[in-house]
């Protein structure tokens, strides 16, 4: 399978001293992270902690509250709309609910984006289709109809579909949750193998600390609204941090907070409800 080759090392996403939030909540504050071409980065972090904060602002979703998030080079905070679309193009983004179309077979699925934003000719688009499908394991099973493929196969395809358009940012939301063990190893070894076949940056948001380590080549945790830790997966391992022992060992008791924090917002609601037990 041929994929054109990217300049090593070049910065694809970059967070300097970004605060991140919603109105006048802040949710992270300072952080800083860097992702190059060809890496596959793990974006850690506890229930409620910011990690979907995080992807909206590698997307433009969000702009920073302060600081830079920067995106191929360009400063997505200060992009307009159409700036936006076309950084966008460059990415592909992989939900949890990576919804096909249920009218179309899994071949058209993943056609689909070339179809939408491509001029090539069916003979070009045949090819690389099942070249795609061939990469997620799935060439012979083109011609069935969504309806006809498990959950699993359903994610591949989603994930063929992702990657179709060559992007050099792919951003994963939670690839591993609700796969089997097998599914959830095989998923994990598609992610890097897809990154070191495309060059792109891949950044996965996951609780699974297992899977992502196995694959990861950076792994960034956030959580009491900023970046606790960062470093490889044997830096973390080795670290004697209690928030990240706690997290990698997903012990019950510890520094990391189950508790949803009491905000002042949530006091004026409970004052207006009349009651304070
Ligand atoms: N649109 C929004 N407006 C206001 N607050 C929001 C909004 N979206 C998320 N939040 C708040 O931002 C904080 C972080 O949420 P986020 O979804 O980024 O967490 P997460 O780490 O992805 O959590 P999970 O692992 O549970 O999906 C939470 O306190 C949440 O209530």
Redesign the pocket.
Known sequence: MSFPSHTPSKTVLRFEGAALG?GE?T?LRDISLQIDAGQVVALM?G???????LLRAATGQIRPQSGQVQVFGHDIGQADAHQLQTLRKRMGVLFQQGALFTDLNVFENVAFPLREHTRLEESAIVAKVLNTLDAVGLRAAAHLAVAEISGGMARRVALARAVILEPELILYDEPFAGLDPISLGITAQLIRTLADRLGCASVL?T?DVQESFAIADQVYLVGQGKMLASGTPDDLNQSQDPYVQQFLQGAADGPVAFN?PVTPAFERWLARHGSRS
């Not at 229930?47 to 904060?53: I, Q, R």
């Open positions: 919603y909540f949710v972090g229930s409620g902690s910011g990690k979907t904060t948001i609780h949803y």
